[in-house]
């Protein structure tokens, strides 16, 4: 079992940055592989980046060059920096855990996860 919190979200102007933090309960999350996804009003939830056990990454297109994704696997946490946010990055964004392999490239898709948190919310104004 693997419980995932999100923190960090909030009000940001566009340009702006902000870090996203995913804590991880269990012993799940060192031989797991983590994601960030979201989720804007009426829309799918996106694949963000992930990153492997080993440090392993890959990035949407649209965050590439701006969010990086780290971990730390002595404080069970995943992070997403997020810098020079834009309007259309306002979304509601999760942490998932796809606990059934920890190297690799991290998938890109919601259905190779299978923990999941409640999520934070990020709103970039313009």
């Known amino acids: 079992q693997v419980q995932l919190v999100e923190s960090g979200g909030g009000l940001v102007q566009a340009g702006g940055s902000l870090r996203l933090s995913c804590a991880a309960s269990?012993?799940?999350?060192?031989?797991?592989?983590m994601g960030w996804f979201r989720q804007a009003p009426g829309k799918d939830r996106d694949f963000v980046g992930g990153?492997?056990?080993?440090?392993?990454?890959n990035y949407a297109d649209s965050v590439k060059g701006r969010f990086t994704i780290s971990r730390d696997n002595a404080k069970n946490t995943v992070y997403l920096q997020m810098n020079s946010l834009k309007p259309e990055d306002t979304a509601l964004y999760y942490c998932?855990?796809?606990?059934?392999?920890?190297?690799?490239?991290?998938?890109?898709?919601?259905?190779?996860?299978?923990?999941w948190g409640q999520g934070t919310q990020v709103t970039v104004s313009s």
């Open positions: 998932a855990a796809d606990s059934t392999r920890a190297w690799g490239t991290p998938l890109g898709t919601s259905s190779g996860y299978d923990y």
């Open positions: 990153i492997s056990r080993g440090g392993v990454t």
């Open positions: 269990g012993r799940t999350f060192n031989s797991a592989v």
